[in-house]
């Protein structure tokens, strides 16, 4: 099956700092969603980005297809931000999805 | 317009009993998936179903474990007989047809003793 792998596994920012995360996927894919893993375990959409790129207030992503990676980009980040950020693929439509490791990501003020 | 929705949120048993998860998907979705998450670890897919269908149950134990989703009423999955190993948090997500976008409910965290 499709494997996904996300790097780094492991993020410490201060408050303040950029980062980018990224997602390496090993086959083409119809879905693709970034997702964040707050401290209470709750799993909040970020983003769904098969392909291109889309913004939403201090986060972006970007989803090159062809090269077979996603990149998640987190801007000025706070304390809030912390948490495991997961990438997951799904192959054709409506098929369950494949997840990474995760990233943990530690903002520090 | 409500979100995924499951319940209970915590659910303790011990050796032996039963566990029963309930997911009511998003208004107007009709596809439903469970996935595991063991502690410090990513998802893992269980199984994935439509109304009074079961799609794909690949990543589900053959054993202990069932799912439905029947034409009214929320979904359930169902372990029988937990040991501690089951001891994770189940997460349940939802989508339209046709519509890739998945979107998960806040999962319900068992605990074996």
């Known amino acids: 099956g499709i494997q996904v792998e996300q790097s780094p596994p492991d993020l410490i920012l201060q408050e303040g700092a950029n980062s980018t995360l990224r997602c390496n996927f090993s086959d083409s894919v119809n879905n693709l969603q970034w997702f964040h893993q707050n401290p209470w375990g709750q799993l909040i959409n970020l983003f769904y980005i098969p392909s291109g790129t889309k913004q939403n207030g201090r986060l972006s992503a970007t989803t090159v297809a062809t090269e077979r990676y996603s990149l998640l980009y987190i801007s000025s980040s706070q304390t809030t931000d912390s948490g495991v950020y997961f990438c997951a693929v799904g192959t054709s439509g409506n098929t369950p999805l494949v997840f990474g490791k995760g990233t943990r990501l530690s903002v520090i003020a | 317009n409500a979100g995924v929705m499951q319940n209970p949120r915590h659910l303790v048993r011990r050796r032996g009993q039963e566990a029963r998860l309930r997911c009511s998907p998003m208004?107007?979705?009709?596809?439903v998936y469970w996935y595991r998450q063991l502690p410090e670890e990513g998802l893992k897919f269980m199984v994935y179903?439509?109304?009074?269908?079961?799609?794909?149950e690949s990543g589900m134990p053959k054993e202990r474990f069932s799912a439905e989703f029947p034409k009214e009423g929320p979904s359930i999955l169902r372990i029988q007989q937990v040991v501690r190993g089951d001891s994770a948090a189940y997460f349940c997500?939802?989508?339209?047809?046709?519509?890739?976008?998945?979107?998960f409910g806040p999962g319900t965290r068992l605990t074996v003793l």
């Open positions: 997500a939802s989508s339209r047809p046709g519509l890739d976008e998945q979107f």
């Open positions: 179903l439509q109304k009074e269908n079961i799609i794909d």
């Open positions: 208004k107007g979705h009709s596809h």
